[in-house]
Nanobody
Framework: QVQLVESGGGLVQPGGSLRLSCKGS????????MRWYRQAPGKERELVAR??????????NYADSVKGRFTISRDNAENTVALQMNSLKPEDTAVYYC?????????WGQGTQVTVSS
């Protein structure tokens, strides 16, 4: 059974930082394409960051809106993927979801709320 469990969300002031973490189980984590998505109220879910599996040299991609502020990383030994978020803005407020893509199937975590507000 595949499980993705996110943690690290919360309330932060504009300009602050948060680090989200996602721990996976039940999948071949090292070869899985790992992604962070977010969904703000009334908006569609959007891809924030992606890190490829070990077979693709763990290359990364980011949405334009977060480039230079967010960093995705993975620790295959711990089956975790992290999203370091710096210089947070109110428009970053959303539920953040971890996702794993393996052999054409996507798996999702339950989401963690990030609120950026003064």
């Amino acid at each position: 059974q595949v499980q993705l469990v996110e943690s690290g969300g919360g309330l932060v002031q504009p300009g602050g930082s948060l680090r989200l973490s996602c721990k996976g189980s039940g999948i071949s984590f090292s070869i899985s394409d790992m992604r962070w998505y977010r969904q703000a109220p009334g908006k569609e879910r959007e891809l924030v960051a992606r890190i490829a599996g070990s077979r693709s040299s763990s290359s990364t991609n980011y949405a334009d809106s977060v480039k230079g502020r967010f960093t995705i990383s993975r620790d295959n030994a711990e089956n975790t993927v992290a999203l370091q978020m710096n210089s947070l803005k109110p428009e970053d407020t959303a539920v953040y979801y971890c996702s794993a893509l393996q052999l054409g199937t996507s798996y999702w975590g339950q989401g963690t709320q990030v609120t950026v507000s003064s």
